[in-house]
């Protein structure tokens, strides 16, 4: 096997407070920026940048017979009104758009009864007048149509509210189910180390998602998901050479173990993970707009991951095992102190002394 690391001898373990402390200043800049958006920020912005799945809104769908590029239709959108539009190219249809559009008020529209999907359709009807007129029938039968909205679908805020809740739901499950397989695999201890570490690696991408405002959406949650499977893969291979490793060098203790363990394995977490990083890079940069959250996603999560992989998860088990034999000798101790054989254990024996009337 190919190795990017000869014989490394790094105290990972003994740098955890410095990897720890990191950690926890991520999650609390993190968090600190949602909570500051949510309820102190002058403007009263949202914690999170919530797409159209989560926050509800339009998305239109506009073909054209000469098609501009994105930007263009983006410059359109922006100078009708419209804030916050995402502009997708449909890449299997040539010069056909998907047009999203967040929650729309009521008041932007004269008729009052109008739905959103009908204000939704105005207001790009109304941006993408300066390409010509929309076709009244098909599109290439019309000689001086432009474009033609093929179609018009909204997304209503208590349908947002169910994914939203959705989406939650299915990242805690996957958390659960990660927990459950990896403590019947290993032990429970194993699996909560792991689980803390990947709920970190989310914390933390959701974290950096609310101080830049990236646009959360369902690939982001996808990419969450992703990055789920793909750090407990590292961890359990971590894992895995602890356990081999506690059974060949039964005289170490898990502190050494541990170490040896992840040095062990530190080439082939560099080499997987760094693989998919060069690939995700790609994704971000050739990716497009529409696919920006979710590579940038997946980005933060590599990087996360393999850093918490090595420097958050191991630490967490061998604090906890310590922890649990600590409590365990303590048990053991108090046990054996209320036994009526350890109250005797230790005392010389007493002689027997016959009595007075033995003795005549």
Do not use: C
Not at 106 to 119: K, L, P
């Amino acid at each position: 096997m190919f190795q990017l690391f000869h014989k490394t001898n790094i105290d990972w373990l003994g740098k955890r407070r410095f990897f720890i402390g990191i950690s926890i200043m991520l999650m609390l800049a993190g968090m600190g920026t949602a909570l500051y958006r949510h309820k102190f920020h002058p403007r009263g912005t949202d914690a999170f940048n919530l797409g159209v799945d989560f926050k509800g809104g339009t998305v239109v769908t506009v073909r054209f017979k000469n098609a501009p590029t994105a930007e263009a239709i983006r410059s359109s959108i922006d100078q009708a009104g419209i804030k916050d539009a995402v502009i997708q190219p449909v890449l299997d249809r040539p010069g056909e758009f998907l047009i999203r559009l967040p929650q729309q008020a009521q008041t932007q529209s004269a008729d009052q009864n109008q739905t959103g999907v009908d204000i939704g359709r105005a207001l790009v009807h109304r941006a993408l007048s300066q390409f010509g007129s929309e076709a009244a029938g098909d599109l290439n039968s019309d000689p001086n149509a432009a474009y033609k909205i093929e179609g018009t679908d909204a997304v209503s805020a208590v349908a947002s509210a169910q994914l939203r809740t959705q989406a939650i739901a299915v990242t805690i499950a996957a958390l659960i189910g990660m927990l459950i397989f990896i403590a019947f695999r290993f032990e429970w201890t194993y699996g909560a180390a792991a689980v803390i570490a990947v709920f970190h690696t989310v914390l933390v991408t959701l974290g950096l998602f609310s101080i830049f405002q990236f646009e959360i959406n369902l690939t982001v949650i996808a990419a969450l998901l992703t990055l789920v499977g793909f750090d407990v893969n590292d961890s359990i291979v971590i894992f895995d050479r602890i356990r081999e490793n506690r059974k060949l060098y039964r005289r170490m203790n898990l502190y050494d173990i541990t170490n040896l363990s992840i040095n062990q394995t530190l080439s082939r977490t560099v080499i997987t993970s760094g693989l998919v990083f060069l690939s995700v890079v790609a994704l971000v940069l050739l990716g497009g707009e529409t696919l920006r959250p979710f590579s940038l996603a997946l980005l933060m999560g590599i990087v996360f991951g393999t850093y918490d992989t090595i420097a958050v998860a191991g630490p967490i088990m061998v604090w906890w095992e310590r922890k649990l034999e600590a409590a365990n000798r303590k048990a053991t101790a108090a046990a054996l102190a209320r036994s009526p054989q350890s109250r005797g254990r230790g005392q010389p024996a007493r002689k027997e002394v016959p009595s007075r009337a033995a003795r005549v």
